[in-house]
């Protein structure tokens, strides 16, 4: 967790970032500006920006340490994919799909929306053929908001975005998070971020899903694929088998750009595009899971718009 870049900044909720990579205001440990500034407890980072890291050198300034975060690596994010709204989209194969759980689960991903005539569907986990049960993203139309949802049995509990992302012209962080089934009814709640705050949450009831997962994919709704294909930008998708805090989801957020996800514990699927060369067929996942996509109509997916 980066240190915040504005407001009161705590000496010891400093160190505790150097020590434990989380910033915490209320932490109480004594230390002094100096040993925090010469990387006694972390190592001075490189990749920060030269005017958000501390420089070891005297007079040793609180104001060094704005947006800092010690952790932090260099990370390439060149390519994003640009979805025409007609027939562009991304799909796995049954290994990826079975690997979901509709019980516990996150998805992250980076949008740009062009101007949409109908429904866009961003992300789409569904069942087999012959039930409507499935976890999804997407730009709903009528409303004019992103939408997530997870529908099970028939019964369909949804998180909406704030307004006004159509054609913005902006990159947006999208996290959805999902919990079903737990034994503590609380704790069964469907979740919407936007650019590294929460947006809507939703409880879960007691509907379950009625089949296996099936097909897993971006771009398109595999089960009503009539005016449903994305239309815009999407960029370094990341699916996790656990549930992201709301600390987890402000890091990744990284104050408007992303950063690199492939040491999270529980990264299930990671697609950066980086690796992507025009015409390619498949996009590879940049996790150790090997989850490959199927890109359908790849030529010129690829754009140099990125976050």
Do not use: C
Not at 29 to 51: D, F, P, R
């Amino acid at each position: 967790m980066a240190i915040p870049s504005s407001g009161t900044l705590s000496l010891a909720g400093i160190r505790a970032e150097l020590t434990t990579n989380t910033y915490n205001a209320s932490a109480t440990v004594v230390t002094s500006l100096q040993e925090a500034s010469s990387g006694s407890y972390g190592t001075i980072n490189t990749a920060n920006a030269s005017a958000d890291r501390p420089n070891g050198s005297v007079p040793h300034g609180m104001s060094e340490f704005y947006a800092y975060d010690h952790d932090l690596s260099s990370f390439s994010d060149s390519i994003s994919f640009d979805f025409d709204g007609t027939n562009d989209y991304l799909e796995a194969s049954n290994s990826l799909s079975q690997a979901i759980s509709v019980t516990q689960g996150s998805m992250s991903v980076w949008v740009k929306l062009d101007t949409v005539a109908a429904n866009g569907l961003i992300f789409q986990v569904t069942a087999e053929s012959g039930s409507n049960d499935q976890i999804f993203l997407l730009f709903n139309n009528a409303a004019g908001k992103v939408r997530g949802a997870w529908k099970g049995s028939g019964t369909s509990y949804t998180v909406d975005s704030s307004a006004g992302l159509e054609n913005d012209g902006n990159w947006h962080h999208f996290v959805m998070t999902w919990k079903s089934r737990d034994t503590t009814s609380s704790n069964n709640v469907v979740k919407l971020y936007e650019d590294g705050s929460l947006q809507a949450s939703n409880t879960i009831g007691g509907t379950v899903w009625a089949a296996t997962p099936a097909i897993a994919g971006f771009g398109r709704n595999s089960i009503q694929n009539f005016g449903t294909n994305f239309n815009g930008h999407m960029n370094d998708i990341a699916l996790f088998s656990d549930i992201l805090t709301a600390v987890e989801v402000a890091t990744i957020y990284n104050s408007g750009s992303p950063k690199d996800e492939s040491s999270h514990s529980g990264l299930l699927a990671y697609y950066t595009m980086e690796n992507y060369s025009n015409g390619d067929t498949s996009l590879a996942d940049d996790s150790s899971n090997s989850y490959s996509l199927t890109i359908t109509n790849s030529t010129d997916i690829d754009s140099t718009d990125t976050p």
